[in-house]
C-alpha cells in the first residue's frame, strides 16, 4: 500500500494538471460556439478574442469551462475522452476491425519484435568481435556510434525506397528500421558488460589455464548479463518507436502509426492522443516483459536479488 499510494498521487496530480491546461488549450473554440448559442461572452468581438491570451479569456468567461472539456476536435483532449476513446477502440471494436487499436497494435508489434529480434542478435554478435578484436574496435565501434547521428526520419523515407526497389514491403522495412534504432544500445550494453570483468579475475582464469572460449563462456558471458538486460530494455523501447516511424512516411493504412497519421489528417486528435497511449502502454508491456526474464534469468544464476 506504502508503495501504491506515491503512485497514485502522481497520477492524480498530472490528470488534475491536465485539466486544468485543457481549459486555455480550447478557450477559443469554446467562447465562439458560446457566442453561436446565444450566451453572453467577454469581449464580444471576434477580433478581440483572437487578440487576447488564452488564460485571461479563461478568467473572463469561466461560464464556458465546461465546453472546453467536451468538444470533438479539441486542440488538447480531455483525460476522460481519451479514456472513452481507449476503451470503445479496445474493448467495443472486435480485433479485426481496422478501427480496433487491438488490430493496430498487433501490427505495430510484429514489426517491433522482429525489428527487436534482428537488432538485438546484431548488436551482441558485433559487441562480440569489438571485444575480441582490436581491429574492429578501432573501426567498427566508431561507425555504430556515427549511424545513431542521423535523425531516424531522414533515414527511413530511405530504406523503405531502397527495400521496395528490390520487392521487400510490408513488415521487413519497418523491422529493418526497427532493428536500426535497437542493435546500438545492445552494442554498447554488451560491449560494457563484456569487458566487465575485472583484471584479477582474467588472471585468475588464465591460472586455471582456461582457453580463450572458456574465459569467454565462463567468465564474460556471465558478467555481461545484467548489462545486457538493461540495454534490452532500452532496444525493445526504441524499436518500437522505429517501427512506428516505418509506418508514417509510407502513408500505411495499419498500425498504431497509420492511426497517429489519418488523425492528423483529419484533426482527430482524440484518436492521436488514444494511439499515443496505446503506444506507450504497449512499450510498457514489452518493457515489463523483459524486465521479467531479467529477473527469472539472474535468480537462476544466483544473482538475482
Known amino acids: 500500500m506504502r508503495a501504491i499510494f ?13 485539466y486544468a491546461a485543457c481549459v486555455p488549450m480550447n478557450i477559443h473554440f469554446a467562447v465562439t460556439q458560446a457566442e453561436r448559442a446565444g450566451q453572453p461572452v467577454t469581449p464580444e468581438g471576434a477580433r478581440e478574442r483572437r487578440e487576447m491570451g488564452a488564460i485571461p479569456l479563461a478568467l473572463k468567461n469561466p461560464s464556458v469551462w465546461g465546453d472546453t472539456f467536451a468538444q470533438d ?9 481519451v479514456a472513452v476513446e481507449l476503451w470503445e477502440t479496445t474493448v ?3 480485433v479485426t476491425s481496422k478501427r480496433s487499436l487491438i488490430f493496430h497494435g498487433w ?28 581491429a574492429m574496435d578501432m573501426s567498427v565501434m566508431p561507425w555504430a556510434i556515427a549511424s545513431q547521428t542521423i535523425p531516424i526520419l531522414a533515414i527511413a523515407p530511405m530504406i523503405i525506397v531502397v527495400l521496395n526497389s528490390v520487392g521487400l514491403q510490408g513488415l521487413v522495412p519497418k523491422a529493418i528500421i526497427s532493428a536500426y534504432l535497437s542493435f546500438f544500445p545492445v552494442v554498447v550494453g554488451m560491449v560494457k558488460g563484456l569487458r566487465s570483468p575485472g583484471a584479477m579475475q582474467i588472471d585468475q582464469m588464465r591460472t586455471w589455464s582456461a582457453s580463450a572460449n572458456q574465459t569467454f563462456w565462463k567468465l564474460r558471458m556471465p558478467a555481461s548479463v545484467p548489462y545486457l538486460f538493461a540495454s534490452l530494455k532500452i532496444g525493445i523501447a526504441a524499436s518500437l ?14 498500425g498504431l502509426g497509420a492511426r497517429l497519421l489519418t488523425g492528423s489528417y483529419y484533426g482527430q486528435t482524440i484518436q492521436i492522443w488514444s494511439a499515443l497511449f496505446a503506444t506507450a502502454i504497449l512499450a510498457a508491456a514489452l518493457v515489463a516483459i523483459v524486465a521479467g526474464l531479467e529477473r527469472v534469468t539472474l535468480k537462476r544464476m544466483g544473482v538475482g536479488r
Do not use: D, M, N, Y
Not at 498521487?9 to 490528470?15: A, F, L, P, S, Y
Not at 476536435?73 to 475522452?81: E, F, S, T, V
Not at 517501427?243 to 493504412?253: F, S
Open 6 to 18: 506515491p503512485v497514485l498521487t502522481v497520477v492524480v496530480v498530472i490528470v488534475a494538471l491536465w
Open 73 to 81: 476536435k479539441p486542440r488538447l483532449p480531455a483525460p476522460h475522452q
Open 107 to 134: 501490427i505495430t508489434l510484429s514489426a517491433t519484435l522482429l525489428g527487436f529480434a534482428i537488432g538485438s542478435v546484431a548488436g551482441v554478435l558485433l559487441a562480440v568481435g569489438i571485444v575480441h578484436s582490436r
Open 92 to 94: 467495443e471494436k472486435k
Open 241 to 254: 518507436v522505429g517501427a512506428i516511424v516505418g509506418e508514417l512516411p509510407t502513408g500505411a493504412v495499419r
